[in-house]
Every structure is written in C-alpha cells, then in structure tokens.
C-alpha cells in the first residue's frame, strides 16, 4: 500500500514521532497504522 502524506501526518499527531520515523514504519507495516505505532514503539 502506498504510503501518503496524510498517513504519516496522521501518525505523527498520535505519536510525536519524526517525520521519517513515521514514514519508515508505515512503509514496514504496509499503510497499517497500528502495527506503525507498535514499530515506533520499539
């Protein structure tokens, strides 16, 4: 799944991660946003 802008706005604001932590992880997940807040986690 392609991961868009708003994808990693949308986890920035619930996370306060970084802008390329965020993009990182959802690549990783595939666009799946809980299992990319678990990613950030670690």
Known sequence: MA??????KQ?????GAGMMDCKKALDESNGNMDAAIEILRK
């Open 11 to 15: 986890l920035r604001d619930k996370t």
């Open 3 to 8: 991961v868009t802008s708003e994808m990693v």
